[in-house]
């Protein structure tokens, strides 16, 4: 099995994954799907709380609050490095789970 030590890789991928969803900005509309969170309310109640985990900012003259999505693809790639000390399959491997 193949072990990735560095999260760059994957940060590269997750980057242009989201980059060709969304654009370069993930408005809070979308950015509570990517991040996890179970609800848009869930979202706003973290933001309350001041738990959410990428930093947001205001557009003078839109709505909502915005990520850049480098930033999401960051701490996507940071958190499945760092809470999973699981092998990635080599190509052709089938996944077990």
């Given amino acids: 099995m193949a072990q990735i030590n560095s ?4 940060c590269k991928e997750l980057q242009e994954m989201l980059t060709r969803l969304y654009g370069p ?10 991040l996890g969170y179970a609800s848009p309310g869930a ?7 001041k738990r959410v985990s990428v930093p947001e900012f205001e557009i003078e003259g839109r709505s909502g609050h915005f990520a850049l999505t480098i930033d999401v693809a960051r701490w996507l790639a940071k958190q499945r490095m ?11 491997e089938k996944d077990m789970t």
Avoid: F, I, M
Avoid at 7 to 10: D, I, R
Avoid at 43 to 49: D, G, P, S
């Fill in 25 to 34: 900005l993930l408005a809070s509309r979308d950015l509570w799907k990517v």
């Fill in 82 to 92: 760092s809470n999973s000390q699981t092998h990635l399959p080599e190509e052709g």
């Fill in 43 to 49: 979202y706003r109640q973290a933001r309350l709380r």
């Fill in 7 to 10: 999260s760059e890789p994957l």
